[in-house]
């Protein structure tokens, strides 16, 4: 290339700026832009709906629990666990544990895109630290944090990286499951473990199954539409490249979400004849489940439908 255009300008804004030939600078772009999307759901998103939506008693270990489990999953995710979630086969569910900060690797080509694998290792780590953190608001009130300080590293290592391989890493469900960005991996996991977890660690206290009220609707309001608008990252970063899957699915979330919510508030209206701010909340965590497995696969109308 002919630098003669360039005299007088800083060597990094030169065309050729020395980055490789199959790094797509937009797709790297996104790529980087999508997983601090879905961390802002996690942190502050479900930080602040956390801590908002229980008793004021529990409002600081229940937003803690949420930024511990960020923190942690990031350090297990590098020293092993993305290796047993999308490494090479161990057995036909899991991965060989493997550290995934070696320069060759995290700077070498993600294989089913034109981004660099630090990108991929990141978002995929996004996705299970908001998995665990959905697991907790099964928990909250009900469990100790010391031991959940023990439990997230545990489920990371022994379930969700089982699930993440068997349908995203070449395990044996992978030819028959079609899942968008995590409506089994993460969603249908954290349900079944937080369902699984409450009943073992057992109900709440009496008193406090008679009266629940969130300590603040407000702050509710606001975790809610971080977890909302970051949703955008979760679904529309999933192809792993700026194309029109991606433009499909971003609609897609947000048409279902916003059909969900509004039918939530109606039925609200008909069955208890007044609206619900914790009512239209649930309804807009139900769109956003509810489309994320076919959010770039089904055509709008059909996203409406879900909604519905």
């Given amino acids: 290339m002919n630098y003669s255009n360039f005299e007088g300008l800083p060597k990094a804004l030169y065309p050729d700026d020395g980055s490789p030939d199959w790094n797509n600078k937009g797709d790297n772009a996104w790529q980087l832009t999508a997983p601090i999307l879905v961390c802002l759901q996690s942190v502050p998103g479900l930080v602040i709906l956390y801590g908002g939506m229980v008793k004021k008693k529990w409002a600081v270990n229940s937003a803690f629990m949420a930024l511990y489990a960020f923190a942690a ?58 998995t665990v953190i959905l697991l907790a608001g099964s928990l909250l009130g009900r469990m100790n944090f010391n031991a ?20 995203w890493g070449n395990g044996f469900l992978e030819p028959y499951i079609i899942d968008h960005a995590g409506g089994f991996v993460i969603h249908l996991s954290s349900g079944v473990a937080g369902f699984s977890a409450a009943y073992w660690v057992g109900p709440r206290h009496s008193h406090d199954r008679q009266h629940f ?5 407000i702050q509710m309001l606001g975790g809610a539409g971080f977890l909302w608008l970051g949703w955008t990252g979760f ?4 192809p792993f490249s700026v194309n029109e899957i991606a433009s499909l699915a971003i609609l ?23 609206s619900s701010v914790i009512g239209a909340i649930q309804g807009m965590i139900t769109g956003l489940v509810c489309i994320t497995p076919g959010a770039g696969i089904v055509f709008p109308w059909a996203a409406l439908l879900m909604g519905i």
Avoid: R
Wanted: aromatic residues 18%.
């Fill in 73 to 130: 999953v990031l350090v297990c995710w590098v020293l092993w666990a993305h290796h047993m979630s999308f490494g090479a086969k161990l057995i036909s569910i899991v991965g060989w544990p493997k550290v995934a900060l070696a320069e060759e690797f995290i700077l070498a080509q993600y294989t089913l895109g034109y981004v660099p694998m630090a990108d991929y290792v990141y978002y995929q780590f996004a996705f299970a630290a908001i």
């Fill in 148 to 167: 959940w300080m023990l439990f997230v590293p545990l489920w990371l290592t022994l379930c969700y990286t089982i699930g993440a391989f068997t349908i």
């Fill in 213 to 217: 009220p969130p300590n603040n609707i």
């Fill in 235 to 238: 679904n529309g970063g999933s």
């Fill in 252 to 274: 897609n979330t947000h048409l279902c979400t916003a059909t969900s919510l509004l039918v939530w508030v109606s039925m609200d209206m008909i069955v208890y004849k007044k």
